[in-house]
DNA sequence: AATTTGCCCAACCGCAGTACG
DNA sequence: TCGTACTGCGGTTGGGCAAAT
């Protein structure tokens, strides 16, 4: 390619050369133009005969991530940040799928949003730090279990979730999970963009009736399950083992939720989405101390962890 | 007020997969 | 079957801007 090293914003005066750099508003217009003529696709041909001196490519990208309808923009919401962990937790860094999970999101904004306030956490960890960040994942997916089952009468605590050892992939360490969350000061509400609901996005069942958990509220969640899994560390919860299950989904040593980056998932979750953990506790008889709630024992996982590496 | 630092995000690049002649 | 063009994806870069010094 004749294309100098990146120089974005330095652009060629010569009507022989492509453009490069930020797009002006009038090749937008001419892109919008265009496609609204032609359609979308073909992008080489669009590139030569539309008039813009862009390559199909960037054509293409600017149509994708930025000039398309239906492109939504802004900061992510809380739900579709739910999203983006638990949907990078199953598949990785695979971007474009997790977009389409998220309607009018792209792949770029989802993988800029990952890197920048995901992955700039990203550092060595202690065994501290992993005590406090489990803690800190495990307390959130509660929160979020706790909308879902609220309003629900039926109380499902105490069961244990089966996992279908295969007896060659997975290896797995489970503990049933008391199910009481107590959640102290004004953490919970349906009209707090901060209320954990991330099955609203994608389920049009019955996880849409308000129920307020209020101060000194308890509700009865659903028993999660903590499972390392080969080089994988997660927490499962039923919808979450599903996918496992079913997706054959293994996350590689690169992934954030492998354990050395699991610190900056969690911390993020808590983190970014400005969520008042400080707030909310475990009750008391869950205590997170020597013996990790949900049946965990800490002692067991690091050593687990340290034999995986 | 000036400079430095760090963050965010749009855009680019290279590569792999697919379509087509 | 092979070669070429096109498309899409994930990783990376660097400009702009705000915060910090």
Known sequence: MSIPSKSVGCYSENDNELRRGPWTLEEDDMLIKYIANHGEGRWNLLAMSSGLRRTGKSCRLRWLNYLRPDVKRGNFTTQEKLLIFELHSKWGNRWSKIAQQLPG?????????????????????????????????????????????SSSAVSIQNQAIPLPLDGVSHYSVIGTIPTQIA????????????????????????????????SSESANIPNMTLGYTNSQFQALDNSDFSSCAYDGYQVNNNNAYE????????TMVAEDLEFPMYDCQMSESNCLNKEFAYGWNMDELWQFRNIQK
Do not use: V
């Open 259 to 266: 354990m050395g980056g699991f610190n900056l998932t969690t």
């Open 105 to 149: 999101r792209t792949d770029n904004e989802i993988k800029n949003y990952w890197r920048t306030r995901i992955q700039k956490h990203a550092s060595s960890i202690d065994r501290t730090g992993f005590l406090e960040i489990a803690k800190r994942l495990q307390m959130i997916r509660c929160l979020q279990k706790a909308k879902e089952s």
């Open 183 to 214: 959640c102290h000061g004004a953490c919970m509400n349906e009209g707090d963009p901060t209320f954990l609901n991330q099955h609203e996005h994608n389920s049009d069942s019955d996880h849409n009736n308000g129920s307020c958990i209020s």
